[in-house]
């Protein structure tokens, strides 16, 4: 399975909302600008994640997106599904009518544990994980080699 942009876009709109879950709604400007997408093209992902119920939209002045739950039950697998479709690496594993070869295919085996392996990584890591991993990511950027800050 290739990601495409949709679902890129997505999950970093996701994590934006995320990261500012206490301040009340986002704009999709606000989101756009720090994540450096189109502000038109993410406006074309809130709706059928709206739709899937993983964003909340409020109008008005002070309006914007909102999660719709909680971080922790948002994973990425849950949003890529909503803008990509099934996570699947080929067509006749998530639908057995794509191929007529489906029966008795020696490698369909393969391709079902391939999507067995994409689903369990993308639906264990959570929204809330994505923030959890930003937050540690500056104690993670120490100088590396050179000189020991600790002689």
């Not at 704009?27 to 600008?33: D, L, N, W």
């Not at 409020?58 to 309006?63: D, F, K």
């Not at 948002?74 to 909503?82: A, C, E, K, N």
């Amino acid at each position: 399975m290739r990601v495409s942009t949709r679902g890129r876009y997505a999950v970093m709109a996701m994590f934006d909302l995320a990261m500012r879950g206490e301040v009340g709604p986002v704009p999709v400007k606000a989101v756009a600008e720090r994540q450096g997408l189109s502000e038109r093209y993410l406006e074309q992902l809130m709706a059928p994640l709206r739709r899937a119920g993983l964003v909340r939209s409020v109008r008005g002045a002070q309006g914007g997106y909102v999660l719709a739950r909680s971080p922790a039950a948002i994973s990425v697998g849950d949003v890529l599904r909503v803008v990509e479709g099934p996570i699947s690496p080929v067509a006749c594993v998530s639908d057995p009518k794509a191929c007529d070869r489906t029966d008795g295919c020696v490698t369909r085996g393969i391709w079902r544990r391939l999507r067995d392996r994409m689903v369990e990584v993308l639906d264990s890591i959570t929204l809330a994980d994505l923030c959890a991993e930003a937050a540690a990511e500056p104690a993670a950027q120490e100088p590396r080699g050179g000189t020991d800050s600790r002689a």
